[in-house]
């Protein structure tokens, strides 16, 4: 059996993609054992199941430390918008930095 056929079918997100990648061009010896010993697409469901987790409970927490409250969707959404859209980022970066680019 081919190597493919080995590994069930996965479908990669924005986190699976950004690791593939990682490995693919910064840890070729990482990404080579991983897909010669077929441990490569679960290593990466695994990463963004937990890089998704992650992003949740960090918006969660952020959210909680800031002034945003759901009263603003409506009253003042603008602020709102560009308050989470802040909050999701900062998520991110950490998640990216912690997770993916390691």
């Not at 950004?18 to 679960?42: D, F, G, P, Q």
Request: no cysteine; aromatic share 6%.
């Amino acid at each position: 059996m081919k190597n493919e056929e080995l590994e069930k079918k996965i479908t990669l997100n924005k986190y699976g993609r950004l690791r593939l990648k990682y490995l693919k061009e910064h840890k070729k010896a990482e990404y080579t054992i991983l897909l010669v010993e077929n441990k490569l697409n679960s290593h990466l469901k695994e990463i963004q199941e937990i890089a998704e987790k992650n992003v949740s409970n960090l918006i969660e927490q952020l959210k909680a430390k800031s002034d945003l409250t759901e009263d603003m969707k409506n009253t003042d959404p603008l602020y709102w918008v560009g308050t989470m859209n802040t909050i999701k980022n900062q998520a991110e970066e950490i998640v990216l930095k912690d997770l993916i680019y390691v």
